[in-house]
């Protein structure tokens, strides 16, 4: 079994910061991708971040940074200058390799949601 981990997210005004966490543990031996993702009421989930192992991470919005502590198969994302569209349920992703598995798997975590408000 895979387990995927968020801690994070919050209530934040406009402008503020936060930061999520991902860790992901279990049976699996090797990590290739961690990403995040986020969705909205009546939209669908869309990527935010990712990095994919052995490059530089990527981030769709210059305000969000991805880290990651590669040891720990953790994964960090930093918001800042929020804004009220940022409100959202956030959702990290990971992808790993399980010993006898001829493909890779996806795990998802359980979701933070992030709310920026006055």
């Known amino acids: 079994q895979v387990q995927v981990v968020q801690s994070g997210g919050g209530l934040v005004q406009p402008g503020g910061s936060l930061k999520l966490s991902c860790t992901a543990s279990?049976?699996?031996?090797?990590?290739?991708?961690m990403a995040w993702y986020r969705q909205s009421p009546g939209n669908e989930r869309d990527l935010v971040a990712v990095?994919?192992?052995?490059n530089k991470p990527y981030s769709k919005e210059g305000r969000f940074t991805l880290s990651e502590e590669r040891a720990k198969n953790t994964a960090y994302l930093q918001m800042n200058n929020l804004k009220i569209e940022d409100t959202a349920a956030y959702y990290c992703?990971?992808?790993?390799?399980?010993?006898?598995?001829?493909?890779?798997?996806?795990?998802w975590g359980q979701g933070t949601q992030v709310t920026v408000s006055l």
């Open positions: 992703k990971a992808t790993v390799h399980r010993d006898g598995d001829a493909e890779y798997s996806a795990y």
């Open positions: 279990g049976m699996f031996d090797s990590l290739m991708s």
């Open positions: 990095v994919i192992s052995g």
